[in-house]
């Protein structure tokens, strides 16, 4: 218990210390972590292989985790519109990076499966550094940010073909000679351990079969069961438990953890839970994916880089500039212009986390001869390390040279509507999403009662399970990126907390919210509501108006005084929320505001029915004729 | 010959303080070629059915405006029909042909006596003048225009017990639009078509 204690410890104190200390020196967080490996693996040798390896199989699922994340966000509607760019600069990246490489490591006289497998691995790129850096940099709107992640997308998804190929490739010799001393002594629990080649096939399919169907089919009751007991700690629990379960599944049919939870996150992109479970995942996935990071710092083994350093380093070097060459071509082909073309090169270049995945899995599939592994894993480590600088290089380099071109380039990049977040979707919250949906607003639907979601998905409209009062969960709906939000939600506390909390962390977010009563409308405007309206006011002043019609009053009187009476009403709201911001919570209702009260009262009255003698009113200042000789002024 | 149909576009933003119109709004009202429509009270909110107006003005020979002048012009919901419902290529363009023939007069009341509305006049215009821009519009609608029919010192009628009077008139105006010659009018340079209906009101005459 002890030495697991000592050992979380190490590993979080190195990236507490490390990873602010390289925020500040302008490194990104990625780089802490990594540089915190090193220091606490090899420099102080705190930690030593042994541990490392439970360790890392915890990193290993921040990795799991973030396909799962990745596969939430695909979905097919978004897809369908990166299409192009997802094929055309994705395909073309790994197709023809990985095609380089091959050629480059068969020329070297390897075998030309090797070879194979070490061009593939070498394709990608890492999705964890670059996508952390863009968001970190706020580069995630620009053009080239949007380049680099539909190309980061597509090589998410090639992992999972490129998992299936690598057993198809495995060297008869090599597999002759690794069966002998295989994982040495760990022994996997295995379901498919002793079954034939075609049963196990089965088991495969079913097996994955059987995660879509559950994504499908079981997870919805059960979510909705969850979300109906409104524990927040036991949704959570059932993420968890549906990603390790899917992982644990896939190890048992000897399947990668990382493809079940991905296929799972395709699943459930579009269901209506998609963002509390993003919420749920992201703080585990952050937190495992630091851990992954130092674990590879860890494993750096500096006596293979020793002997081998000058390969080590003319080999990263090669990947980095080879891959940066194909990345400059695509750009330009692309039409990626530019700082966007830099951005789109620079943060590409490097090799990824599946890099290590492919080199271990290739491993074990006797693709790869094991006196590689080091070699391999040293340049996909040192090409890691080496993006932050490459980052720094863009932002010292590529930056300044194109800061005239800055503000046209910033015009081109806004170029789509804002969403817009809609808390509540009741009777309420329907209206005013039907309305913008009618106008091509896009906007995201947030409610806590499933049965409400349920209904809204079964008409079309894209809506999402979720406590709008979690930060967090916000933070998945995109409030960034909104151009405002809607607050429509039932509770009257929860809707002024939001608004407070919408105001703190977004104080230029415009928040328009619906209040219940009079001092629920209060509370929001003190909250710093921009615009709050009373959920009844509007729906009773229209009947009203016909009430009027309804004795006889002409239809534009009616109007006219249905007016007059909402802009006495809307002054008269300003008093009294004055006077009621003056007072404490108990006396807020008290005699002053009851006399302010009665006294707008009469105003009002006096306004809509005393005529003046001539003739004119004061509520209905329109249309009155002029004195009867009025004219007689006229005459000069 | 059959009889014409008389379609009234009134419009009064303050009925209940009218003391012209409400007394002529029932006399169209009440007569057998009429249609007539209040348009406040129809478009309360302004939110006019173009499409609906437009089929009123195809089953209809005779296009009168019932208003009171207010600023030399018509009230403004009745400006907001002629924008929205006279539409290109309905009422005018090379396809719009759907009112040629049909004959428009504006009926008003107006606050300052006859006189005024003269060169001579605080008003220095005729008020036939005054509505070109209508007759103007109904040129354009390939419309025959007839000479306004009004009442003058709108303000002090009801008190000199001239309503009767311009009633009566008004109701001559509907017999004679819907059955009588209109040639005469349609020539004519008159300010209006006052003095061939109601020899007895002689204010509502200009004087030259």
């Given at each position: ?636 | ?61 005779v296009v009168?405006f ?16 002629q924008?929205?419902?006279l539409?290109h290529?309905f009422a005018y363009g090379s396809?719009g042909r759907a009112l040629a023939g049909k004959y428009f007069i504006a ?21 036939r003048e005054?509505l070109r821009p209508l007759e103007q519009t109904a040129n354009l609608c390939h419309m025959r225009y007839l000479p306004p ?33 209109l040639?005469?009018w349609e020539r004519s340079e ?19």
């Open positions: 218990m002890t030495g697991l204690l000592l050992e979380a410890f190490v590993y979080l104190a190195a990236a507490v210390i490390a990873v602010p200390l390289a925020k500040r020196l302008g490194l990104g967080s990625v780089l802490g972590y990594l540089v915190a490996g090193v220091v606490i693996g090899p420099v102080l040798g705190l930690v030593g292989s042994e541990e490392s390896v439970t360790i890392q199989h915890y990193a290993e699922f921040g990795v799991v985790m973030m396909l799962f994340l990745v596969g939430l966000e695909l979905e097919p509607a978004m897809l369908w519109r990166m299409r192009s760019r997802l094929l055309g600069l994705g395909g073309l990246q790994v197709g023809l990076t990985a095609s380089l490489f091959t050629a480059i490591a068969w020329q070297f006289a390897l075998d030309w499966r090797t070879a194979l497998a070490i061009g593939l691995l070498l394709s990608l790129s890492s999705t964890a550094i670059v996508l952390q850096t863009f968001q970190e940099k706020g580069l995630s709107r620009s053009e080239g940010a949007r380049s680099a992640f539909s190309v980061l997308l597509f090589q998410d998804i090639a992992v999972i073909p490129m998992l299936a190929l690598i057993p198809l490739l495995a060297l008869p010799e090599l597999a002759a000679h690794g069966a002998g001393h295989g994982d040495g002594g760990h022994h996997e629990l295995s379901l498919v351990a002793g079954l034939s080649g075609w049963l196990y096939a089965l088991v495969i399919i079913a097996s994955i079969a059987g995660v879509i169907a559950a994504g499908h089919f079981l997870s919805r009751p059960l979510f909705r069961a969850i979300a109906a007991t409104g524990l927040r700690e036991a949704f959570t629990a059932a993420a968890l438990m549906l990603v390790i379960g899917i992982a644990l599944l896939m190890s048992l049919v000897g399947l990668s953890p990382a493809l079940g939870t991905f296929l799972a996150g395709v699943v459930l992109a579009n269901s209506e839970f998609r963002h509390e479970l993003e919420t749920d995942i992201e703080p585990f996935k952050g937190l495992l994916l630091g851990l992954f990071f130092i674990t590879v710092g860890a494993g750096v083994q500096f006596a293979v880089l020793a002997e081998h350093i000058g390969l080590v380093l003319a080999l990263t070097v090669g990947v980095i500039l080879l891959k940066a060459l194909l990345l400059f071509a695509l750009a330009v082909v692309f039409r990626v212009r530019r700082a966007d073309g830099w951005l789109f090169t620079l943060s590409l270049a490097q090799a990824g986390e599946f890099g290590f995945v492919l080199i271990s899995y290739a491993a074990q599939n006797s693709v790869l001869p094991t006196d590689l592994v080091p070699v391999l894993s040293l340049v996909v480590a040192l090409s890691m390390f080496l993006t932050p600088l490459l980052f720094i290089a863009f932002d010292r380099l590529v930056l300044p040279r194109y800061a005239a071109n800055e503000e046209q380039r910033d015009a081109d990049v806004i170029d789509e509507q804002g969403t817009v977040i809609i808390v509540g979707i009741g009777r309420f919250g329907q209206i005013v999403n039907r309305m913008l949906r009618a106008n091509q607003v896009p906007t995201v639907v947030l409610d806590r009662n499933p049965q409400q979601i349920d209904n809204m998905r079964q008409v079309g409209i894209k809506s999402y399970f979720g406590d709008a009062t979690r930060p967090d969960l916000l933070h998945a709906a995109g409030i960034e990126d909104a151009a405002l939000v809607v607050i429509a939600m039932d509770d009257q506390d929860q809707a002024v907390e939001l608004t407070r909390q919408l105001k703190h962390a977004r104080p230029g977010l415009k928040v328009l919210a619906r209040a219940y009563d009079r001092g629920h409308l209060y509370a929001l405007r003190d909250a710093g509501a921009d615009w709050v309206v009373s959920e009844t006011y509007h729906s009773a002043l229209e009947l009203s108006k016909h009430a009027l019609r309804g004795l006889e009053y002409h239809p534009f009187r009616a109007e006219k005084l249905a007016h007059a009476f909402d802009l006495a009403e809307t002054r008269g709201r300003d008093a009294l929320y004055e006077e009621w911001l003056g007072k404490d919570e108990g006396e807020r209702y008290g005699n002053s505001f009851q006399t302010l009260f009665l006294e707008l009262e009469e105003a009002l009255e006096r306004l809509m029915i005393t005529d003046r003698d001539d003739g004119h009113d004061r509520g209905e200042r329109g249309w009155t004729p002029p004195p009867p000789h009025y004219t007689d002024s006229l005459k000069d | 010959m059959t009889q014409r149909r008389i379609l009234v576009l009134f419009a009064h933003p303050s009925l209940e303080r009218s003391e012209i119109n409400s007394e002529l709004l029932p006399a169209a009202q009440a007569h057998p070629s009429t249609t007539v429509v209040d348009l406040y009270a129809e478009y309360p909110d302004y939110r006019i059915d173009i499409d609906r107006e437009q089929r009123r003005l195809c089953e209809h020979d009168m019932l208003f009171p002048l207010f600023w030399y012009s018509t009230p403004a919901l009745l400006k907001e029909w924008d929205l419902v539409e290529g396809e009926a008003c009341s107006a606050g300052g006596a006859g006189y005024a509305y003269d060169a001579e006049g605080y008003n220095r215009f005729t008020l005054l029919f009004a009442l003058f010192s709108s303000r002090t009628a009801l008190k000199e017990g001239r309503l009767a009077a311009h009633r009566e008139a008004f109701v001559g105006l509907l017999d004679q639009l819907s059955q009588g010659s040639e005469d008159a300010c209006t078509v006052n003095d061939s209906l109601t020899p007895g009101d002689s204010k509502g005459v200009a004087p030259s």
